[in-house]
Structure formats: structure tokens, C-alpha cells
């Protein structure tokens, strides 16, 4: 207990001597702010990656959805009009289908980054079992996930051949 204490009033020491003193200080940022701020970051670099996943498949089902659009009013559209109301139904249809489509791109996108995820990280556990790190809680750490998500992941790992269950550790 006196050895943290006097370790704390080290470091309190070190501070106030490099703001009293003119040379610049290397101590500015604590270890709370660098916590907070890797937390943070691990919060916002997978919004970012879902978003950015949705924005493509929205992009790309919009423009899927409007060229089925038009290829389905030249191909389909009747050789006569019941009454003007079918008219701006088929003005409207290339965008109708564009609609539909940048939905199911967006769907299909959060999919696509969410099947993306998973193997990389199946990737990652494999080449660290190739390393020779084989604890689920030092993988955990490595690779900033939760344990249980890291022995789920190897136990698929396992029924797949890719790893063995011999070399985990506990």
C-alpha cells in the first residue's frame, strides 16, 4: 500500500514539475483519457463500418433497382392504357423498383459487413493460435472482444478443423 502510495505522489511530483518548469512535458495525457478515449473508438469504429456497409448497399440497390425498373417498363408496359392512372404508374415504376432495391441493398449490406466481421476475426484467432496463443482470455485481450465471444468463435473453429481442440489452453 505505501509503495502505491508513494508511486501515485511520484507521478503527482513528476506533473507538477514539468508545469512549473519550461520544458515540454511528455505527462499530459493520463491513462483514464487514453481508456476512455480507446473506448470511445471502440464504439465508433463499428457504427462507422455498419453505416459505410449500408450507404454502399443502399447506393448500389438504387441503382440495381432503377435500371430493373426501366428494363421492366420497356419490356413490360402494355400496348394500351385502361385509363390515365396506369400512365403515372409507369412513369413512376423505374423509381418504385429503385425504392424497393436501396432497401434490400441496405439489408444486404449490414449483412455483407456483419459476415466480413465474422471471418476476419476468424482469421485473426487462427493466426494467433499459429503464435502459439492459445488462452481464450489472452486472445480476448489481444484482440479487444469479449471471452465468451473468443470461445464461441474457437469452438466453430474446432468443428471446422481449422484449430484444435488440443492446443487450447485454459
Known amino acids: 500500500m505505501v509503495q502505491v502510495m508513494e508511486s501515485y505522489v511520484k ?3 513528476s506533473t507538477r514539475e514539468c508545469k512549473t518548469d519550461n520544458s515540454p512535458c511528455v505527462f499530459w495525457i493520463n491513462a483514464p483519457i487514453e481508456r476512455l478515449l480507446g473506448k470511445l473508438l471502440f464504439l465508433v469504429k463499428p ?4 453505416i459505410l456497409g449500408m450507404h454502399i448497399g443502399f447506393a448500389f440497390g438504387w441503382l440495381i433497382g432503377l435500371c430493373a425498373g426501366h428494363s421492366y417498363v420497356k419490356h413490360f408496359e402494355p400496348a394500351y392504357l ?3 392512372s396506369q400512365l403515372s404508374f409507369w ?3 423505374p423509381y418504385i423498383f429503385a425504392k424497393h432495391g ?3 441493398g441496405l439489408v444486404i449490406g ?7 466481421n465474422g471471418t476476419l476475426l ?7 493460435f499459429e503464435k502459439k496463443i492459445t488462452n481464450p482470455n489472452e486472445i480476448a485481450r489481444l484482440l479487444d472482444k469479449s471471452v465468451g465471444q473468443i470461445e464461441r468463435k474457437m469452438n466453430k473453429l474446432v468443428k471446422k478443423g ?4 488440443k492446443a487450447i489452453t485454459p
Open 110 to 116: 449490414v449483412i455483407v459487413i456483419a459476415i466480413i
Open 162 to 165: 481449422r484449430i484444435s481442440r
Open 122 to 128: 476468424n482469421q485473426r484467432v487462427t493466426s494467433l
Open 102 to 104: 436501396a432497401l434490400t
Open 11 to 13: 507521478s503527482i511530483n
Open 82 to 84: 385502361d385509363d390515365l
Open 47 to 50: 457504427a462507422v463500418e455498419y
Open 91 to 93: 412513369r413512376e415504376a
